[in-house]
């Protein structure tokens, strides 16, 4: 098979991105009012909730009255 027709059936990742898909994008990254939060800071939080449920109740029963 020549270099040439293999290209033409190649369907791997390296293309354009079809109009809709960059529309979505651009829409996307607009400024929006509100806070902003990158995912390093939303997963630290995540992190911290889940080891406070995690490990909450035995600090609370450590220092409870009676306990």
Same mark, same amino acid.
């Not at 960059?22 to 651009?26: E, M, S, T």
């Given at each position: 098979? &020549?270099?040439r027709a293999r290209r033409s #059936?190649? &369907? +791997?990742? +390296?293309?354009?991105m079809p109009a809709t898909g960059? #529309? !979505?994008?651009?829409f996307f990254e607009e400024d929006t009012p509100g806070i902003k939060v990158g995912p390093y800071a939303v997963m630290i939080v995540a992190v911290v909730l889940i080891l406070l449920v995690l490990v #909450? =109740? @035995?600090? @609370?029963? !450590?220092?409870a =009255? #009676?306990?």
């Open positions: 098979m &020549s270099r #059936g190649d &369907s +791997g990742g +390296g293309g354009a960059a #529309g !979505l994008i651009r #909450g =109740p @035995y600090i @609370y029963n !450590l220092f =009255p #009676g306990g």
